[in-house]
């Protein structure tokens, strides 16, 4: 991802990963927050891998990958990623996630 992509994603879902400072702590900035969620995503790093990188707990991690990719998928679903509504929307996204021999779906999941 280049810097304006990571720059552009970041300015739309701040609002959402932001978090308040508590008398006990300093809070996770979203500049941060991003970051440790892309690399999860994207290489597919362990929740403990990215731990060890960013200096941060798995636990914690884990909530932060949580909460970033609930706040993409609000701030974008409905523009980016709409769900199909009906069946034959559903055999449209089969036909195209099924090619030749390789399916990658669970066919038996879906009645045609």
């Not at 690399?39 to 403990?48: E, F, H, I, K, R």
């Not at 769900?83 to 669970?106: G, T």
């Amino acid at each position: 991802m280049n810097k304006a992509t990571f720059d552009w994603l970041l300015a739309k879902i701040s609002h959402r990963i932001s978090k308040l400072d508590t008398t006990m702590r300093q809070a996770i900035i979203p500049m941060e927050r991003l970051p440790i969620t892309l690399n999860y995503l994207a290489p597919g790093n362990s929740y403990t891998f990215i731990a060890d990188r960013y200096m941060r707990g798995a636990s914690t991690v884990g909530e932060i990958v949580e909460e970033t990719c609930q706040a993409i998928w609000d701030e974008f679903s409905e523009e980016y990623m709409k769900l199909p509504s009906s069946p034959e929307e559903w055999k449209s996204v089969a036909k195209v996630l099924c090619v030749s021999d390789k399916c990658f779906i669970d066919q038996h999941s879906m009645r045609y």
